[in-house]
């Protein structure tokens, strides 16, 4: 073991590389690699903390990010987006301590300007440590995020409960994000009413003067945008209740903006302003964020929960330690341009013709240009070709031989970046890791990838992804687990076109096979061909029931007082629900805890609804447990009368209304599409066919290198060939 490979092996670990990985492409075995990864990392663990690290910090970032279940804090420098420090969680003491380690060790230095989301806790500490003269900024981006919404909740006062709503408000949001580039409110919503059309555009309007306030050039102008704005909300829920309508649109947000008014103005103050007259934002901690995650996808182990037979041996202060470590020693390390290794490259002399060998014939070399070779680690490596001029002593015979150069690659290099071409590496990132110019890199992988042929099974997977702002049909071979075809759909983002050239597709399939389709979603299968016919698998059946118990929740929290609505065990109670509904099946035994004893008589009837809706979840579910055709018909339509006899039940109470019309849309589709959820189900069972490889195909579109470009052609033929397996 070298020094520089150990140097690198540390490197590569400390920015997430796992041992085993490390392992494989060093030749070394884990179980060598282990114990030397482990002593590196305790002993930057062990370093003590510089002064000078903390000396030149004036504007400071405060964020947190989810890990294993915990919440930790993340600290970082918005002048040089330097990472400063990761805490183990965000409570009180921990965050106090931090700020005073801080303050020892920046001596003569005041407070800085820190921005902080709209969490309490982060402005108490803060006032308690710095007192009056602290600075405090509230994030620009978490109220924004607030707007969004708060707008998405007061839509869904107005839109009725339907098949409809989900594209309704996405019709809605697509309205708001064009209003905010144009200042012009345009809604092409389907399905609603003039006035519902008039309510819609007002409650649009309203957003975006909420977000106009960002536009602010001064404190005063802020200020006086902030209190046009709370007077105009005024006048809607004004108007809200002269219609009789229920709820309060945008409640929440103005609570906020009342109770961070100060944070939101010092926004706009030149006093907390960047160098260079930036304002103080917490981007730079999103980037460290991404950053972190990131680190922890590339090492799968770091982020990996163990199960409940391993969870007594499970280091979990062992593994913050190692991701504190990498973090601090890994992603805070300025990577400099790569240095340029320099080799000389001589074409091997032949013996003459006569007979001569080569050693005596006389030979001269000579330059003849400069060209790229594989790159040696991090390291890009210019050669120098030199050409030979021999002379034989025998029979005067003269000759020229040169080193073969296109495009000023070696062959080897050329055939490494076709390949890394096809995995979907961009040419920016190729140049970083060759030095090879991005015009002779064009000119080089111009081939790598040629058309597709396109040939699909006679079972196929059906699904959308989200790409670019606009949804995407993948299409899967559900058996072997690989992509069959990206689908780009036209440039309007028209739901009636996209059908019709999907249609075009399956159909074209159909003549060459093709004879069912899995869907992922159910509302999908009224759109396939005639001749193909439409399946679904457990996961898609328990989406639309896990999507009817959402709304059944949905519906029951919003007719709880505001007080018992925001409660901390309601809102555990509904997390539990929708994560794990087996966990949490005897609610009476939850309404019977002390703490919602005062309460009980409020949330009784109403959560009476949300245990009728978890029973025919559960029902639906043992479905899965048969392997009979007509058995599957039959328990399906047994299930359907359930539902059915619960929704015709005429009641004032507020959870039977909740659960009918909650009920509603599964109840119809799994009715409409009857043939294709027992037929699904029954391929399940008989040969344990699903979606399942072609859903965790999604995740690897969304991490392919290709997908962050924005060439959808040169996505969807590298997709195919690393995630088809064809080129």
Known sequence: ???RLLDELTGRHLRGAPASTLAAWCGVTASGLRPLLKQVTEERLARPRLAAHWAAVTHLGIDELFWQGRVLCVVVNLVSGELLDILPDREKDTLRAFLTEMNSLRPGCGAPVVATDMWLPYREVLREVYGAGLSHVCDRFHVQAKVGMDLRDAVRLILPASAMRPRQL????????????????????????????????TLVELAVQAAGIWRSATVEEAQGRLSDWMWQRALTQLAFRQ???TGQPFARLEYLLQAWREEILAYFDPACALPGGRRPSSGRVESANGRL????????????????ATARDWDEQGQYERLWVRAMHG?????????????????GVPPCPCGVPAERLAVTWSYQAALWDRPAGPHHVRAVAETAATRCPECRRRGRLRVDVQHGMTRALQADLREWRREGLSLRTLHRMTGVSAGRLRAATERALGAPAVRPPGLIGLQRWRWRGRDRWVVTDPEQGTLVDLLEGPEEDDFGAVVAELREWLTLAHRRGTTHVMVGDLAWAGHLPGPLTGLADRFTVMTAAHRALREVLWRVTM?????????????RHRFVVLANPDRYRRLEDHLARPELLAKRSV???RFQAVQVATALVDELRTLFALTDEDALREALDTWLEQVDLHRTVEDTVVGARSLRFGFRDAAALLEEYRDAVVGGLHLQAARGLSLGASRRLLRSLNEHPAAAQGDFEFLRRSALYTLGGRP
């Open 1 to 3: 073991m070298t020094q």
């Open 170 to 201: 996405r019709r809605v949001n697509e309205a708001f994000v064009q209003a905010l580039r144009s200042g012009e409110v345009r809604l092409q919503v389907e399905g609603i009413t003039a006035r519902e059309r008039e309510v819609l555009a």
């Open 243 to 245: 219609e009789g309508r």
């Open 293 to 308: 995650r990131q680190l922890l996808r590339e090492s799968w182990h770091a982020r990996r929960r163990p199960y409940a």
């Open 331 to 347: 992603l805070n390390v300025a990577a400099g341009p790569p240095e340029r290794l320099s080799v000389r490259l001589r074409p």
């Open 559 to 571: 007719s709880l007082p505001v007080a018992a609505r925001r409660a901390p065990e309601l809102h």
């Open 603 to 605: 949330l009784q009837h």
